[in-house]
């Protein structure tokens, strides 16, 4: 007995020995560079952006044909607002509405950037306009704020973006590497007309460029436990999106004499089902070079759980959300409170983690739930795009245009939970990467496609310099 108690202490200091090597060799990836000075925008700035806030162009749905006044009145803002950058870009309409603009570069040798955005919006839920602040496409200016639609979901952005060129061109800033913008119409409603019809007519051109780089990034205050200081997310990846409809099909009847099986009952054991029974965590990349690189940043305890995932791998997986989520959207059934309805419906969102597929959820559904109800798949579906690495000069460049920045910020790569139009763009951009200094906590998130969305004037600034940096950066 002496024996099996020593042998169980060695294991147990050789474990806790393990841990604290693992803890102690676990050091910050943050890059170090020199701080860069911010140059001056005057408050035109947030003019422009107000004034691109009044157009309403709207996504509704993926059939739904695009109103052209409001696209076709917000490009000819863009032509009147940033004339020097259409003196001196080409610019291609893609699919009538969608937008590429092209920055010849000096040296051909050098492979392009591209920077990304959207033009469309979300509509406003009707109930909650007397909730807003101001009316959602008036673009109120306030003291401290730019109020409306399209604000943080992703006209600022492209705006941004427009001011740093014009700002570059009255420089007579003259890019050595080509710079593609490229902003399509549809994102909100999956990006097949748009970004996607970009994407093919560059690869029709034989573009290969350096990196892509589209919103789904952010700069998150106060949202990562243990972290005090701001952290910059670099999403490398985006989970997949899908949705499936069960259905149940039955002979209905009266409810004063309920069948064994009852049309809504078995749909709701079907949801009840996949609830219980949800794919996996999963360490996967980039989830393991989130851990390398947010882990030191952390207090003592929780940083010796990150550097040791062999051990602590479940818990760590799931705080990061790390799996295929399964969320009931949609449900349908009955018509009458005395009659069993002869079809219920419901439709289930899956965010998909990467290694994952379309295929591989359906197969899962359906090993999961009866063989009595059916399943299709509906709507916009997308697999989870390849993950983009830490490794590259374009990775590199874009740390230390955000360390530069913000030099108390952390830098962490990512996976994004959404989808972004950055996806369609992985046959050609060698790396593709979702950022812009968008500052988010916990109440701002609740504004992204909801009510009083709206940007401080101070971080729009700070997308304007970094727009403005990071072209000064790549060249």
């Known amino acids: 007995m002496k024996k099996f108690f020593l042998a169980l202490l060695l294991l147990l200091i050789a474990v806790v020995a393990i841990l604290l090597f693992n803890t102690f060799r676990f050091n910050s990836k943050q890059a170090d560079v ?19 806030i009044t157009f309403q162009t709207i996504s509704v749905s993926e059939d739904a044909i695009p ?8 490009h000819r803002f863009l032509e009147e607002t940033f004339p020097l950058t259409h003196a001196n870009l080409s610019l291609e309409k893609i699919n009538t509405y969608s937008l590429l603009y092209k920055w010849e570069g000096s040296d051909p040798s050098k492979k392009p950037i591209i920077l990304m955005s959207h033009q469309d919006v979300v ?49 007579n800033f003259k890019p050595t590497r080509t710079i593609y913008i490229a902003s399509g119409h549809d994102e909100e409603v999956g990006g097949g007309k748009g970004a996607a019809k970009i994407a093919e007519h560059l690869k029709a051109q034989g573009i290969q460029a350096a990196m892509t780089m589209d919103e789904g990034g952010f700069i998150a205050e106060g ?50 089902d996949l609830e219980n029974n949800q794919l996996p965590y999963k360490l996967v990349p980039p989830i393991d070079s989130q851990l390398e690189y947010l882990g030191p940043e952390l207090p003592f305890m929780t940083r010796l759980a990150f550097a040791n995932p062999w051990l602590f791998k ?27 309805p002869t079809v219920a419906e419901a439709t289930i969102n899956f965010r998909i983690l990467p290694g994952e597929t379309i295929e591989s959820v359906q197969a899962h559904i359906e090993s999961v ?18 993950v983009s690495t830490v490794n590259s000069d374009a990775y590199k460049t874009l740390e230390k245009t955000i360390r530069g920045l913000h030099p108390n910020t952390v830098v962490v790569p990512g996976l994004l939970g959404g989808a972004t139009d950055s996806r369609y763009f992985y046959s050609v951009s060698e790396e593709v990467y979702r950022f812009y200094p968008m500052r988010v906590n916990s109440e701002s998130m609740t504004k992204f496609h909801g009510i009083d969305e709206k940007i401080s004037k101070t971080n729009y600034l700070e997308i304007l310099q970094f727009s403005y940096q990071l072209i000064k950066n790549f060249n």
């Open 67 to 74: 109103d052209s006044a409001a696209f076709f009145g917000f």
């Open 223 to 272: 949202l990562v436990p243990g972290v005090d200081v701001p952290v910059a997310m670099i999403n490398l990846g985006e989970k997949g999106f899908a949705s499936f409809r069960l259905i149940v099909e039955t002979s209905g009847g009266h409810s004063s004499a309920p069948p064994r099986e009852n049309t809504i009952g078995m749909l709701a054991q079907a949801i009840v």
């Open 34 to 52: 020199e701080p860069i000075e911010p140059v001056s925008f005057s408050d035109q700035v947030f003019q422009n952006l107000s004034k691109a």
């Open 369 to 386: 739930i009866s063989d009595k109800v059916k399943v299709e798949p509906v709507g916009f579906l997308t697999d989870p795009p390849q």
């Open 123 to 171: 509509p406003i839920d009707q109930p909650t306009l007397g909730d807003w602040e101001a009316a959602p496409f008036e673009g109120k200016i306030t003291d401290t704020h730019i109020i409306g639609r399209g604000t943080l979901d992703d006209k600022s952005t492209l705006i941004a973006v427009l001011e740093s060129v014009e700002k570059l061109l009255s420089e």
């Open 314 to 340: 479940k818990q760590l997986l799931e705080g990061l959300n790390a799996h295929t989520t399964t969320a009931p959207t949609i449900i349908d059934g009955g018509v009458k409170n005395n009659v069993i």
